[in-house]
């Protein structure tokens, strides 16, 4: 996995509490996020929880809903109380999500439904974390090697040359530039650049890419845009 | 064991059932004959003292204006005799009959007296009964039965008469009526009774088999049915409800095993594929092949994962637990984005889409929306033959607005266009999980709308999904 998790340039790195109580996800969780760079504690359960996060802060939870020893909204309001104001990445077994977690989502937390794929779960980790702490300057310009986005004009360059895209393929060319090196699944593609949470059972997404592709790579002698096989794609230097 | 308990249970409550009513018509049954009692009793007292007080003055009337000479005794006593005759017709005064007397106390005189001897015992008594003149009494004296209404006249001249009535007859007459309206009484309680506990036995019968046949229905075995019978009271409706109730769980135990099966035969094959493909993984020696197997894997997965999730959505819907998450949305606009997202692979299937989107707005859960509308367009993708015309029309037909989704390929296979509503119904080609399209029926149904699907006279299919618009302005959650 890449190694992005440093936030804004400080050596300190990134301090997160993973709460599960199944152990085969809560150790595949920390060892995975300890591979990507950040510093991880686990509980699995409430009450471990709570000893835990007395004397500790932590930059951001991953919380499993389904505790054996209380609802994990209780928890995440009982960690609130106590003066944690750090975001929470709530991983829930159902699909059609609580309506409170919906609630929670708009508070600035987020939700991810297993089973979920790695790169989504840093993805939303990076963008819960990039919410809490302060925004850098919003940049108008993106750059990947030769490629250039003009985010006020709309309008993309490969080299000297313009590249015509439609409105959509700009947003999503957009998209894999501001994750430039970290990879992005169909599922955040969907909704992230189209706004929706569906789960197609065809290949809509491959065909954008493959469209976009056609027209930011085809012809240049470096691909930008990769395929990541049983993850999603990337767009980076090589 | 358990028969016998219903047996006890049902003759019990048939006594319940029975007995109780039994108990307020008896009660109330009785009420009425001791008024009809009191009231016929009444009436013949009535009578026989209007005759008592008629006589005494008549009497008294003789016995004043007769000349006191030597005759006055006997023609007082003739008159008394013939007024007694008048009510006991028999001269034979013995017990069982009508008795009158008639005694006259004459300071200085040889009382007057007709009726049966010895007199002794009826002066005796009048002397005791301390009697109200002009008012009739009851007196009773010794060794006779019936007590006598007696009347008491002072009018005759400074003579007491007393005028004495036993009405036997009347009181025989009471007796049968009491003895009549007993038995009477006591048959049409009974007759009552044996009536409502038949009727309640009967009735409780038919709960009994309902109960028995119930609860010989095992899980394995859900076709029996509780007999219905021929008439539509509460017992046939509980019948026909139960019957009903029985139709539901066989159908849903029975939807519950094509599911299964059909989660079972959809998971095992690309579990078959995961598996597969993480063995060859192992045996692999280059990296770069066995990255490509275990994509093939995450691929399998995924697919894995959407069955699950459709799964589990569909039998929330079932339940009736798919929560809806209202908010004003412009449906075309809805429609417009997935269409575009859908362009390129309709592109790269050279189907020609052509949309006519009127603009709708619509209160509904934008999320669901999104994902039948997405599974529709799916459809169109995965099971149209290349280079196609489809049809997507949006607009407002009265209360409903309704989406269109045509094209001119080979439409519904003809044994799927009445099921492909249903779950885990698909195509023999098809490589989908056959649960699109109950997803979208579900949707609709959530938000009180319908799918219909159809082959259109012209060749091909079209699907109609109308969705009401009347909440725009209610809702709002």
Known sequence: MEASAQLTGTRKKVRLLVVEDDTAIREFLSRALTESGYQVDAARDGETTLAIVADKVYDAFILDLGLPDMDGLDLIARCRAQGHTAPVLILSARRSVDERVRGLEQGGDDYLTKPFAFAELLARLRNLLRRSSPAAAESTRLRVRDLELDLIRREARRGDTLLQLTTQEFALLEYLCRNAGRVVTRTMILDQVWRMRIDPATNVVDVQIYRLRNKVDLGFQHSLIHTIRGVGYVIRES | MSSANHKMARSSAAWRIAGWPTVAFALGSAAAFAIMYLIIAGDIRQRSDDWLSGEAETLADVSANTPRDSLYGRLVQEVAEL???????????????????????????????????????????????????????????????????????????????????????????????????????????????????????????????????????????????????????????????????????????????????????????????????????????????????????????????????????????????????????????????????????????????????????????????????????????????????????????????????????????????????????????????????????????????????????????????????????????
């Not at chain 2, 002009?134 to 007696?150: E, I, L, N």
């Not at chain 2, 038919?206 to 075995?221: L, N, W």
């Open chain 2, 83 to 477: 007024a007694s005759h008048e009510v006991a017709p028999s001269s034979d005064k013995r017990e069982g009959q009508n008795t009158v007397f008639f005694l006259q106390m004459t300071p200085n005189l040889e009382p007057i007296w007709v009726g049966p001897q010895p007199r002794e015992p009826f002066v005796r008594a009048i002397e005791e009964a301390h009697l109200i003149p002009g008012t009739p009494a009851s007196v009773k004296v010794a060794d006779w039965t019936m007590p006598f209404r007696v009347v008491y006249d002072t009018q005759a001249g400074g003579n007491g008469i007393y005028l004495g009535f036993s009405d036997v007859a009347g009181s025989k007459m009471l007796a049968r009526l009491t003895a009549s309206c007993l038995f009477a009484w006591a048959a049409t309680v009974l007759l009552g009774f044996a009536i409502a506990w038949i009727v309640a036995h009967r009735t409780l019968a038919r709960v009994v088999r309902i109960t028995e046949t119930v609860s010989q229905i095992g899980t394995d075995d859900l076709s029996t049915r509780v007999p219905e019978g021929s008439s539509s009271d509460e017992i046939s409706r509980l019948s026909q409800t139960f019957n009903r109730m029985l139709d539901r769980i066989q159908a849903s135990v029975h939807q519950l095993h094509v599911l299964t099966d059909s989660v079972a035969h959809d998971l095992k094959s690309p579990v078959t594929s995961i598996r597969g493909s993480l063995e060859v993984a192992l045996s692999e020696n280059q990296s770069g092949m066995w990255r490509e197997r275990v994509a093939e894997a995450i691929d399998g997965l995924d697919r894995l994962s959407q069955v699950l999730n459709t799964t589990l959505d569909l039998a929330e819907a079932d339940g009736g637990a798919l929560r809806l998450h209202k908010e004003t949305i412009d449906l075309s606009e809805l429609v417009r984005q997935l269409l575009d997202l859908y362009q390129p692979a309709m592109d790269v299937h050279r189907h020609h889409v052509a949309a006519h989107l009127q603009p709708v707005a619509i209160c509904a859960d934008m999320s669901l929306l999104n994902r039948a509308i997405a599974n529709l367009l799916d459809n169109e993708v995965a099971h149209l033959p290349s280079g196609r015309e489809i049809n997507v029309s949006l607009r407002a037909t009265g209360d409903d607005a309704l989406i269109t989704i045509e094209d001119n390929g080979p439409g519904f296979p003809l044994e799927l266009r009445k099921h492909a509503l249903e779950r885990f119904v698909k195509g023999e080609q098809s490589s989908g999980h056959g649960l699109g399209l109950a997803f979208v029926a579900a949707v609709a149904q959530a938000h009180g709308g319908k799918v219909k699907v159809d082959d259109r006279p012209a060749g091909g299919a079209i699907i109609l999904l109308s969705l009401p618009m009347s909440e725009v302005l209610t809702t709002k959650t």
